[in-house]
């Protein structure tokens, strides 16, 4: 990695090298290497901000972020943010991480798709979501210098088609369970790929209640 992003590296940890090892081995290229530069993004927008963060939970939160896409961490019911989040804890508490900071990974992963939220919440809640609203929708592209994204882009590849790359994988890891996507960003990801979807609808399903009135 470039000295240009030397103070967002990934933690020369056991932790962090057991991270590695296990997401490179159960995610896809394309994933690993996005999940990758969200934590170089995140952790650069914390430098940038000035912000105090742990850099192994950042590095945690970013590589487990999208693993509830993948068929063997993907349950039936649950957003996928919620099975990457209860994937990360598991992990976190098996190499006897805090309940505390293992917590705040789980938040970190399950609100990675809220926006608006996790900005104002801990350091690594909110460095996850900068990184992915940078590697995925280019939100913050201008906030990094040209040196710092190619340095990135450098060590961890996008594919030539990555925009619509990482919209199939979205769309593979959630279209067996699309009613897990109401009221998130998701439901945009199905109604791309299946033109006939129906979304759910927040005022229907209170019209629809056993409320009266």
Known sequence: M????????????KLARAITGFIR???????????????HFGALAGVHRGLSFDRELLYAGAMFHDIGLMPSHSSRHER?????????RDFLRSHDISEEDAYTVW?????H?????????????????????????????DQYSNAEREAV???????PKFKEDIIQAFYD?????????FGNVKADVIADKEPHFHRGNFCSVIRC????G
Do not use: C
């Open 2 to 13: 470039s000295p240009i992003v030397k103070d967002a590296s990934i933690p020369d940890s």
């Open 25 to 39: 081995d159960t995610e896809t290229e394309l994933l690993f290497n996005h999940s990758s530069r969200v934590y």
């Open 80 to 88: 996928f943010e919620v099975d990457g989040a209860h994937a990360a």
């Open 107 to 111: 938040t970190a992963i399950a609100l």
């Open 113 to 141: 798709t809220t926006p608006g939220v996790p900005q104002h919440m801990h350091p690594v809640v909110a460095l996850v979501t900068a990184g992915v609203e940078m590697d995925v929708l280019g939100l913050t592209y």
């Open 153 to 159: 882009v450098r060590a961890f590849p996008r594919t």
């Open 173 to 181: 890891g959630i279209k067996h369970k699309p009613d897990t996507t």
């Open 209 to 212: 209640s056993h409320w009266h």
